[in-house]
T-cell receptor, first 113, second 112 residues
Framework: DVKVTQSSRYLVKRTGEKVFLECVQD?????MFWYRQDPGLGLRLIYF???????EKGDIPEGYSVSREKKERFSLILESASTNQTSMYLC????????????FGPGTRLLVL | QQQVKQSPQSLIVQKGGISIINCAYE??????FPWYQQFPGKGPALLIA?????SEKKEGRFTISFNKSAKQFSLHIMDSQPGDSATYFC???????????FGRGTQLTVWP
């Protein structure tokens, strides 16, 4: 069974703090993704990575950065958290084929006060 | 600009009824159209998917209908059950790097 784990289910941070969200997958997937989920807006892609140390911007990269130093781990970084970054963050991974399923983690609900 | 438009935003169906969720896209380079199902507190999971060279795909009570000329596809849930109550996302893929473009989601509630 594919497993995608996220470091925290719930996180509360203060405005201006640096926030790290960690994602680990155990299936040797090449691709990893970070999404943000907000009511009525669906799943919006923040960043994705198709190989170690490689990254591509998604649709809403502003205010975020990512790091992929090892194949199984993809980190999302909020350099200076703001209240408008309060959201559900979902990590996903997939093999690199054209029609490969994305497997999602359970999500991290982040509240920025 | 939204690449995949999904409707309705919410849907209430009686047990045993048919649930229909519609999606539309513009980019003819899209070549793979999955549907994801998400239960509260969980991440989305692949439900069913279709390629554009097929007009219909059925898996149990779930059917995707695909209209390539109209650039539309829909999910039909036959004999809807309370356990089908979830949020459903359509998506489309168009790049070689594996990214999907998701619709905004439909919250389905099936009344017993």
């Amino acid at each position: 069974d594919v497993k995608v784990t996220q470091s925290s289910r719930y996180l509360v941070k203060r405005t201006g703090e640096k926030v790290f969200l960690e994602c680990v997958q155990d299936m040797d997937h090449e691709n990893m993704f970070w999404y943000r989920q907000d009511p009525g807006l669906g799943l919006r892609l923040i960043y994705f990575s198709y190989d170690v140390k490689m990254k591509e911007k998604g649709d809403i990269p502003e205010g975020y950065s990512v790091s992929r130093e090892k194949k199984e781990r993809f980190s999302l970084i909020l350099e200076s958290a703001s209240t408008n970054q309060t959201s559900m963050y979902l990590c996903a991974s997939s093999w690199s084929g054209r029609q490969e399923t994305q497997y999602f983690g359970p999500g991290t609900r982040l509240l920025v006060l | 600009q939204q690449q995949v438009k999904q409707s309705p935003q919410s849907l209430i169906v009686q047990k045993g009824g048919i649930s229909i969720i519609n999606c539309a896209y513009e980019n003819t380079a899209f070549d793979y159209f999955p549907w994801y199902q998400q239960f509260p507190g969980k991440g989305p999971a692949l439900l069913i998917a279709i390629r554009p060279d097929v007009s219909e795909k059925k898996e149990g009570r779930f059917t995707i209908s695909f209209n390539k000329s109209a650039k539309q596809f829909s999910l039909h849930i036959m004999d809807s059950q309370p356990g089908d109550s979830a949020t459903y996302f359509c998506a489309a893929r168009g790049s070689t790097l594996g990214r999907l473009y998701f619709g905004r989601g439909t919250q389905l509630t099936v009344w017993p």
